[in-house]
Nanobody, 123 residues
Framework: QVQLVESGGRLVQAGGSLRLSCAAS????????MGWFRQAPGKEREFVAT????????YYADSVKGRFTISKDNAKNTVYLKMNSLKPEDTGVYYC????????????????WGQGTQVTVSS
C-alpha cells in the first residue's frame, strides 16, 4: 500500500517555474515506478512524466520534454517534478501516481494516486 500527497501547485506567470513534490508513505516506494499526470478542465487525464523505481531512467510526454524534470529520492520517499518555461496550456490539476513495476507510462498501469495539486499558468 502506498499513500501519496502532492504539494507545490500555485498560480504562476507564463515563463515561470515551479517544483511539485509528492510525499509517499509505505515501504513499497522503492519498488514502484512513479509518474506525474495532469488534467485540464474538460479534458482527460494525461501522462506527463515517469521515473523508474530506482530513479535512474525517465520518460516524458512530448509536450513537456526539455522543460520538465522528474526525479525520485528513495531515501526521502519523495518524487519531484521541476517545471520550467511554463505555458498557459500547462494549467491543470497535477497528480502523482505509483505503479508496482519498473517503469510505467500508461494511466492503467498505476495503482495508487494522490489527490492532486492545482497548477495555474497565467498568460
Amino acid at each position: 500500500q502506498v499513500q501519496l500527497v502532492e504539494s507545490g501547485g500555485r498560480l504562476v506567470q507564463a515563463g515561470g517555474s515551479l517544483r511539485l513534490s509528492c510525499a509517499a508513505s509505505g515501504r513499497a516506494f522503492s519498488t514502484h515506478a512513479m509518474g506525474w499526470f495532469r488534467q485540464a478542465p474538460g479534458k482527460e487525464r494525461e501522462f506527463v512524466a515517469t521515473v523508474d523505481w530506482s530513479g535512474g531512467s525517465t520518460y516524458y510526454a512530448d509536450s513537456v520534454k526539455g522543460r520538465f524534470t522528474i526525479s525520485k529520492d528513495n531515501a526521502k520517499n519523495t518524487v519531484y517534478l521541476k517545471m520550467n518555461s511554463l505555458k498557459p496550456e500547462d494549467t491543470g490539476v497535477y497528480y502523482c501516481a505509483a505503479a508496482p513495476r519498473f517503469i510505467a507510462t500508461m494511466t492503467s498501469q498505476y495503482d495508487y494516486w494522490g489527490q492532486g495539486t492545482q497548477v495555474t499558468v497565467s498568460s
